[in-house]
T-cell receptor, first 114, second 113 residues
Framework: KQEVTQIPAALSVPEGENLVLNCSFT??????LQWFRQDPGKGLTSLLL?????REQTSGRLNASLDKSSGRSTLYIAASQPGDSATYLC?????????????FGQGTTLQVKP | NAGVTQTPKFRILKIGQSMTLQCAQD?????MYWYRQDPGMGLKLIYY???????DKGEVPNGYNVSRSTTEDFPLRLELAAPSQTSVYFC????????????FGSGTQLSVL
């Protein structure tokens, strides 16, 4: 069964700390992986998209890595700020069709304390 | 930039009632999706569309229907609402399916009592 797991479910850190969010998937035959941010009462915002042939993607203070062989992806946030507080979800795409199958993890809720 | 617009934001239904959740995007995206998000769970795909006139079922389509008469609009119809359909519903779109980033609406919180 194709599953995506994010541990921990919640994380609290002081402002300025560097942190890593984890995403693991059971089937390594992925096409791509996306990291999303969700603020309370809002929709999801796509942060980074890593294709299966890539090892990492960077955007500002965010860096996402992908290791298909171990079934893991990490989202690294540098110099965290209170504005980074949100729920972060990873989603793994399978299948060769145009839409394939996108499986979401349950998310990690991050709180950055001033 | 409007992006993906969903209406209404909140709705309470009685068991057996019907309603339509509206979704519109102004990015000329061919691909549109409907997801539901239950507390503490990931998103589940209900229906999707690869273009006007073309729709297909996702993982959890029972109790729902969709139509896609234009590129911009992708409404989701709930017939005979049940408590199990209490959830937050998100509409999303993309230009080339899952090859590219998804753009999400702000969601509709639905309660069926």
């Amino acid at each position: 069964k194709q599953e995506v797991t994010q541990i921990p479910a919640a994380l609290s850190v002081p402002e300025g700390e560097n942190l890593v969010l984890n995403c693991s998937f059971t089937d390594s035959a992925i096409y791509n992986l996306q990291w999303f941010r969700q603020d309370p009462g809002k929709g999801l915002t796509s942060l980074l998209l890593i294709q299966s042939s890539q090892r990492e993607q960077t955007s500002g203070r965010l860096n996402a890595s992908l290791d298909k062989s171990s079934g893991r992806s990490t989202l690294y946030i540098a110099a965290s700020q209170p504005g980074d507080s949100a729920t972060y979800l990873c989603a793994v795409r399978y299948g060769s069709s145009n839409t394939g199958k996108l499986i979401f993890g349950q998310g990690t809720t991050l709180q950055v304390k001033p | 930039n409007a992006g993906v617009t969903q209406t209404p934001k909140f709705r309470i239904l009685k068991i057996g009632q019907s309603m339509t959740l509206q979704c519109a995007q102004d990015m000329n995206h061919n691909y549109m999706y409907w997801y539901r998000q239950d507390p503490g769970m990931g998103l589940k795909l209900i229906y999707y569309s690869v273009g006007a006139g073309i729709t297909d079922k996702g993982e959890v389509p029972n109790g729902y229907n969709v139509s896609r008469s234009t590129t911009e609009d992708f409404p989701l119809r709930l017939e005979l609402a049940a408590p199990s359909q209490t959830s937050v519903y998100f509409c999303a779109s993309s230009s080339r399916g899952y090859y590219e980033k998804l753009f999400f609406g702000s969601g509709t919180q639905l309660s069926v009592l």
